[in-house]
């Protein structure tokens, strides 16, 4: 342990505990000698303005929040103080970020990717090789678009967004006010769910198909989470509604090595059956994504309920193999 990880260490030991600090539990918890503690206290208190105290009766130290100029009484560390596992695992996230939507947000991170850096360099930690050692596979991403900023920051400040916007399914291009209620990240892509104040009604928004969005001086709609998530969230996918079914799906032995371990809804029921089947049962709203995974296990899968998707799933397999014959 390094001289910053025991400044860092020492002051979320001081920073929880409600009784002084005995000097041989932070000997161990540091790693370090009476010596070394003595200087790293003296360096916080003449460099950092740390309001740290002696208990001579329990031998031990404490933050004396009385000395303390921030309102809540409570002293933190100055600019940004992270371990070496937490700057590590933070530029894994910036990676990431910066390889699955590329430029998504490089002016605003530049700074901190810089401090980060920093940190790493003065620990001795090499980041070079990070960029190297990361690998990202994206699938079916597409483009987020230009207007996620603008999206971002009118959820943020809760303001409305006149938008321009495309959508697929009916192939046409209309103008809406919306009021953003949550950015959602679902399979690669950007989505945001909103209040449409023309549908008078909860819409899913994708970011790559809004060709222009302006933030609006009206104040935004709120919505209440519970809603939310029971008219958005209670189906399967990123398309969903109020009338939920369920459907019964049955893997093979085979196909069920991955099921049985992936999570396609938070509400799904699942068991084995005598056989070595695998059988999920899973809520849907509108059936779009749900058929297409469906349709994705091929003939790993039987749907046994409702009969409506059954005989979808029937129909669109027909004409699939239509084609080949």
Same mark, same amino acid.
């Given at each position: 342990?390094?001289?910053?990880?025991?400044?860092?260490?020492?002051?979320?030991?001081?920073?929880?505990?409600?009784?002084?600090?005995?000097?041989?539990?932070?000997?161990?918890?540091?790693?370090?000698?009476?010596?070394?503690?003595?200087?790293?206290?003296?360096?916080?208190?003449?460099?950092?303005?740390?309001?740290?105290?002696?208990?001579?009766?329990?031998? $031990?130290?404490?933050?004396?929040?009385?000395?303390?100029?921030?309102?809540? $009484?409570?002293?933190?560390?100055? $600019?940004?103080?992270?371990?070496?596992?937490?700057?590590?695992?933070?530029?894994?996230?910036?990676?990431?970020?910066?390889?699955?939507?590329?430029?998504?947000?490089?002016?605003?991170?530049?700074?901190?990717? &810089?401090?980060?850096?920093?940190?790493?360099?003065?620990?001795?930690?090499?980041?070079?090789?990070?960029?190297?050692?990361?690998?990202?596979?994206?699938?079916?991403?597409?483009?987020?678009?230009?207007?996620?900023?603008?999206?971002? $920051?009118?959820?943020?400040?809760?303001?409305?967004?006149?938008?321009?916007?495309?959508?697929?399914?009916?192939?046409?291009?209309?103008?809406?006010?919306?009021?953003?209620?949550?950015?959602?990240?679902?399979?690669?892509?950007?989505?945001?769910?909103?209040?449409?104040?023309?549908?008078?009604?909860?819409?899913?928004?994708?970011?790559?198909?809004?060709?222009?969005?302006?933030?609006?001086?009206?104040?935004?709609?709120?919505?209440?989470?519970?809603?939310?998530?029971?008219?958005?969230?209670?189906?399967?996918?990123?398309?969903?509604?109020?009338?939920?079914?369920?459907?019964?799906?049955?893997?093979?032995?085979?196909?069920?090595?991955?099921?049985?371990?992936?999570?396609?809804?938070?509400?799904?029921?699942?068991?084995?059956?005598?056989?070595?089947?695998?059988?999920? &049962?899973?809520?849907?709203?509108?059936?779009?994504?749900?058929?297409?995974?469906? %349709?994705?296990?091929?003939?790993?899968?039987?749907?046994?309920?409702?009969?409506? %998707?059954?005989?979808?799933?029937?129909?669109?397999?027909?004409?699939?193999?239509?084609?080949?014959?």
């Amino acid at each position: 342990m390094n001289q910053f990880d025991r400044i860092y260490a020492l002051h979320k030991l001081l920073s929880v505990a409600r009784v002084p600090v005995p000097n041989k539990r932070l000997q161990e918890r540091l790693e370090c000698s009476p010596a070394t503690i003595k200087r790293i206290i003296r360096d916080m208190r003449l460099y950092l303005d740390a309001p740290i105290e002696y208990d001579r009766e329990r031998n $031990g130290y404490y933050y004396d929040e009385h000395k303390v100029d921030s309102t809540p $009484g409570r002293f933190e560390l100055p $600019g940004l103080w992270f371990n070496e596992s937490e700057v590590v695992s933070l530029l894994v996230m910036e990676e990431l970020l910066e390889r699955t939507q590329p430029g998504l947000l490089n002016q605003d991170l530049a700074p901190i990717r &810089k401090r980060l850096q920093a940190i790493m360099s003065s620990q001795h930690l090499g980041t070079g090789e990070l960029a190297h050692r990361v690998r990202v596979l994206r699938t079916v991403a597409r483009p987020v678009g230009e207007h996620f900023s603008q999206v971002a $920051g009118a959820l943020a400040m809760r303001q409305r967004l006149q938008i321009d916007y495309h959508g697929r399914v009916k192939d046409q291009q209309d103008s809406r006010e919306i009021s953003p209620q949550r950015l959602t990240y679902y399979r690669d892509n950007w989505y945001l769910d909103a209040w449409c104040h023309r549908a008078k009604g909860l819409r899913t928004f994708a970011l790559d198909r809004i060709s222009h969005a302006r933030s609006l001086t009206k104040a935004a709609r709120d919505i209440p989470e519970q809603k939310l998530d029971k008219e958005l969230a209670a189906g399967y996918g990123i398309f969903s509604g109020a009338d939920v079914q369920e459907a019964v799906l049955v893997f093979t032995t085979e196909a069920a090595r991955w099921v049985a371990d992936e999570q396609w809804h938070p509400e799904q029921k699942s068991r084995w059956l005598e056989d070595g089947r695998f059988e999920l &049962k899973v809520p849907y709203a509108n059936p779009l994504e749900l058929i297409r995974d469906i %349709l994705a296990h091929g003939a790993n899968v039987e749907v046994l309920a409702p009969k409506p %998707l059954r005989q979808e799933i029937a129909q669109r397999l027909t004409r699939a193999s239509s084609i080949y014959n």
